[in-house]
Antibody
Framework: QLQLQGSGPGLVKPSETLSLTCTVS??????????WGWIRQPPGKGLEWIGN???????YLNPSLKSRITISVDTSKNQFSLKLRSVTAADTAVYYC???????????????WGQGTLVTVSS | SYELTQPPSVSVSPGQTGTITCSAD??????ASWYQQKPGQSPVLVIY???KRPSGIPERFSGSNSGNTATLAISGTQALDEADYFC?????????FGGGTKLTVL
């Protein structure tokens, strides 16, 4: 059974960098046909896609966040990571790591979600 | 940027069919997916590629997509179906979500 486990600090100071890692178990991150990604949800609000990465390192990023984010993959550890720079209170959210299917049919959709990590930006 | 519009709330009586819409320009030309999210939980995929159900999702969940509107229908709605529902599609290599609809089972 595929599982995604996000980890990282729950509190980040304004202007600093938010760093999260997602560990994948039950499947190889090298599995063909899947992207791995991050989605966030501010408290009481909707879902916002952050970006996706393939095992090769190929990335797709949300244009509104692109200048501040880096997504990377470590296939040897079956992990992928998110860095979000220069955070503000508006970046406070639950951050979900996800697997995205459907890439061969122009229908990307996140089919597996991690449990979510609440990250609060506050001094 | 491509935007998906959902009604903020929908109410349905137990046992009846609840429908949630998701609208955007020519949405029917793309695939739509739907997610159920209960309080304090991660979203769960209930419909993908317009009308397909993942393993483990009850048959009472169905989806369609045509023209400018994708629709999620829940037949024989139960109290446990009360949740937030989000539609999603893919546009120019970006993942797009609707704002979400709170389904209340009265």
């Amino acid at each position: 059974q595929l599982q995604l486990q996000g980890s990282g600090p729950g509190l980040v100071k304004p202007s600093e960098t938010l760093s999260l890692t997602c560990t994948v178990s039950g499947a190889s991150i090298r599995s063909s046909g899947y992207y791995w990604g991050w989605i966030r949800q501010p408290p009481g609000k909707g879902l916002e896609w952050i970006g996706n990465i393939y095992s090769s390192g190929d990335t797709y990023l949300n244009p509104s966040l692109k200048s501040r984010i880096t997504i990377s993959v470590d296939t040897s550890k079956n992990q992928f990571s998110l860095k979000l720079r220069s955070v503000t209170a508006a970046d406070t959210a639950v951050y979900y790591c996800t697997r995205h299917a459907g890439i061969y049919s122009s229908s990307w959709y996140p089919d597996y979600w991690g449990q979510g990590t609440l990250v609060t930006v506050s001094s | 940027s491509y935007e998906l519009t959902q009604p903020p709330s929908v109410s349905v009586s137990p046992g009846q069919t609840g429908t949630i819409t998701c609208s955007a320009d020519k949405l029917g030309d793309r695939y739509a997916s739907w997610y159920q999210q209960k309080p304090g939980q991660s979203p769960v995929l209930v419909i993908y590629q317009d009308s397909k159900r993942p393993s483990g999702i009850p048959e009472r969940f169905s989806g369609s997509n045509s023209g400018n509107t994708a629709t999620l229908a829940i037949s024989g709605t139960q109290a446990l179906d009360e949740a937030d529902y989000f539609c999603q599609t893919w546009d120019s290599s970006t993942v797009v979500f609707g704002g979400g609809t709170k389904l209340t089972v009265l």
